[in-house]
């Protein structure tokens, strides 16, 4: 169960880093991400994109780690980060559903949430 955790979040992460690049480059998706006050965005949060799609491949690191899928962190640290990315994801649910954004709202607050539980999960196993 751990491991099927492991990697529906490393696809959702995947899926969210293509979603990322694809806002850096400069597609008219805005008014899914950032508050969605932009429709194209502008150079400071296609830097904050670009800067997501980083967090999100560390992001897979941890949870890879922690599901024993990879080994690239002490044992302690994998499971400190587990749960701090957790406490992170489920924040990240509550700033998504407060967004002003309806499509942000409405799109990014099952991911958030659907990343927050496989995150949950790979933390319990």
């Not at 979040?9 to 805005?30: E, H, K, R, S, Y």
């Not at 150079?43 to 967090?55: C, D, E, P, Q, W």
Request: charge should be positive.
């Amino acid at each position: 169960m751990i491991t099927v955790a492991a990697v529906a979040a490393c696809c959702v992460l995947a899926l969210l880093a293509l979603f990322q690049i694809l806002l850096a480059a400069g597609l008219p998706l805005g008014r899914f991400a950032w508050g969605g006050s932009h429709r194209v965005l502008p150079a400071k949060f296609r830097i904050g994109s670009a800067v997501s799609v980083v967090l999100y491949a560390f992001f897979g690191v941890i949870i890879l780690d922690r599901a024993q899928l990879l080994d690239a962190l002490p044992h302690t640290v994998s499971v400190v980060l587990i749960w701090v990315l957790t406490a992170y994801l489920f924040v990240g649910v509550l700033m998504n559903a407060i967004s002003r954004s309806k499509p942000e709202r409405w799109t990014m607050t099952p991911v958030a949430l659907v990343l927050g539980m496989l995150s949950l999960a790979v933390a319990l196993g």
